[in-house]
């Protein structure tokens, strides 16, 4: 005890939890996309580095179709629900309480409370009907699910940028006869615009990530690239499915960055 | 003057409704309104091939528990449900406990790095959380399958001579869902944990408790509002789980989630899928309600 300065704050094992934790929590994603460069076909034996398996990913024309439905989706759900999740949050954000507006708030963050299979029964057995009764099986219904679910994950960032926000810029320019739609465009917009984009971000990823709700509503032939995937893992595993979860993680950790040095605070 | 403040009152709340039309809406179409169709779904008849005849029944609430016998008609408790929801909440209840063990430790980790490492440690953990929960789900799946790294190694280094069966039983699906929503547990522990006053450990342990005492005594109750907002994050997705089950646990270890899905493919009896579905969602919303009553009350003292 002489020798060691007794640390308040140190409990003892906690760090070495904590170290097992970091390491059991990348080990298996790691382990992933090491063996996504083998050059064999098992999962666990290394035979040397290759490419084959993102060759043959980017030569599946499945794979193609997939992502190319993927992304269309989670571009137009994110767009969607952005734009409608900005509205919301400008309308319940720094403004005298009004009757209604937990309400609103609830049902915005609704999606976050139900279990997902809860929601992709409901939107099934519903838009079942609406598929008879109208005869349309585009992906407007899987567009429609997405956008729905992606307006909280837009709202957030948004809501907390816009808290952070000072009033005073908008009160100059209303007192320098801007119109409310000129503030709006000139002053409220450019401050708001890395929460939007920041939101914007969150809705794609987590659009793109969703298995559950998709693969309650799609129609037959409209695999996304996760219902894709749980297909394949279902049958047999290669190292092409490895290839792709690499690069589709890949991708979120680049956007999830961005999103962080968006909206990260400036001391 | 009053006259035209309230008026001008009344135009800016009836501007902020307009404003929010569009996200209610998309909520109201693609989200809240089908519950209200589903709870409707719930009281008729199966179709002979899927969907549902107009017939009021309420069968399908009695299927939860029950089922009919088909020789004799009488109701008898259905052994196999219970087996599931038994399930289910068992590896939720357990995959709430584990992540906390494991889960504080390293929240209290991340809080007592200095400053500018914490937002590192604190990206390292919110990293997985936003990744794709099949990847993760997958991930765990390609170390513990009989093929899988972790049997390799272990026949490799002569600890076993047969690969142990790992895939598609409970123990797969509670390291599964250990694993993806550990996450959600560290989250809101170190958001509690970061507001201790660390002078508080100081006292006491100037008072002689021990290191046990402090942890029961002094850290425990303070960050309370942050083990239930962690319990609560873990124990909800896990009694919805759906992904995880299906690909750890296979078409035996079925979960709340699977045994739903089921309904609408070979089961064929969407009735009794929607109250299912209704009773998870209430059983969720209860335990959320719950919480923010916890949450108040707890705001209120402090």
């Known amino acids: 005890m002489a020798s060691r300065t007794f640390v308040a704050a140190r409990l003892p094992g906690f760090s070495t939890i904590a170290i097992a934790v970091f390491i059991a929590l990348y080990l298996p994603i790691a382990m992933l996309m090491i063996y996504s460069f083998n050059a064999g076909d098992s999962i666990a034996i290394w035979d040397g580095f290759s490419f084959q398996w993102y060759e043959r990913a980017w030569e599946n024309d499945k794979v193609k179709e997939v992502t190319i439905r993927s992304l269309i989706i989670a571009a137009s759900a994110a767009s969607i629900s952005t734009v409608a999740a900005t509205m919301a949050a400008l309308a319940t954000t720094r403004k ?128 996304t690239l996760p219902t894709y995937l749980l297909a394949q893992i279902r049958r047999q595993v290669t190292g092409e499915v490895n290839a792709i979860s690499t690069v589709l993680l890949a991708l979120t950790v680049i956007l999830l960055t961005t999103f962080f040095l968006l909206t990260r605070k400036r001391s | 003057m009053q006259e035209t403040e309230a008026t001008r009152e009344a135009a800016q709340v009836r501007r902020n409704w307009l404003l929010s039309l569009p996200a209610l809406c998309l909520l109201a179409a693609g989200a809240i309104g089908p519950l209200f169709i589903m709870l409707v779904y719930s009281f008729l008849t199966p179709g002979k091939y899927g969907n549902v005849e107009w017939i009021f029944s309420l069968d399908a609430w009695r299927g939860i528990l029950f089922t009919r016998d088909i020789f004799d008609d009488t109701l008898k408790l259905a052994d196999a449900h219970l087996t599931i929801f038994w399930r289910s909440v068992r590896l939720s209840f357990m995959t709430t406990v584990f992540t906390f063990v494991v889960g504080f430790p390293t929240a209290w980790f991340i809080a007592t790095r200095a400053p500018r490492w914490r937002a590192f440690w604190l990206f390292l953990i919110t990293i997985p959380f936003w990744t794709n929960l099949l990847i993760r789900t997958f991930a765990i799946n390609q170390i513990i399958r009989n093929e899988g790294f972790l049997n390799t190694a272990l026949i490799k280094i002569g600890v076993i001579s047969e690969p142990l069966n790992l895939l598609y039983t409970d123990l797969a699906v509670f390291v599964g869902m250990t694993y993806v929503y550990l996450p959600l547990m560290v989250l809101p522990l170190y958001a509690a944990i970061e507001r201790f006053d660390h002078r508080l450990l100081e006292a006491g342990y100037d008072l002689y408790a021990s290191r046990l005492a402090v942890l029961r005594r002094i850290i425990f109750p303070t960050v309370k509002p942050g083990i239930i907002a962690g319990s609560i994050l873990v124990f909800i997705p896990s009694l919805g789980a759906y992904v995880t089950p299906r690909i750890l646990g296979g078409g035996r270890n079925m979960m709340i989630g699977n045994f739903i899905d089921l309904q609408f493919g070979q089961g064929r009896n969407w009735p009794l899928g929607a109250s299912l579905s209704v009773l998870l969602l209430v059983v969720v919303t209860a335990a959320l309600l719950i919480y923010v009553r916890f949450a108040n009350r707890d705001g209120g003292h402090g």
């Open chain 1, 96 to 223: 005298k309480p009004f009757r209604g507006q937990t309400g609103i708030y609830v049902a915005i963050n609704q999606p976050l409370m139900v279990p997902e299979i809860v929601t992709a029964v409901a939107l099934l057995i519903f838009f079942a009907s609406v598929k008879v009764a109208t005869g349309y099986q585009g992906l407007g219904y899987l567009i429609l699910a997405h956008s729905a679910f992606c307006v909280p994950f837009a709202y957030l960032p948004i809501r907390a940028r816009l808290e952070g926000m000072n009033l005073t810029l908008e009160t100059a320019a209303a007192d320098l006869y801007a119109t409310p739609w000129r503030t709006f465009r000139y002053v409220t917009l450019p401050i708001l615009a890395p929460g939007i984009v920041a939101g914007m971000m969150l809705a794609f990823v987590t659009s793109l990530d969703d298995v559950v709700i998709t693969l309650f509503v799609k129609s037959a032939g409209q695999d």
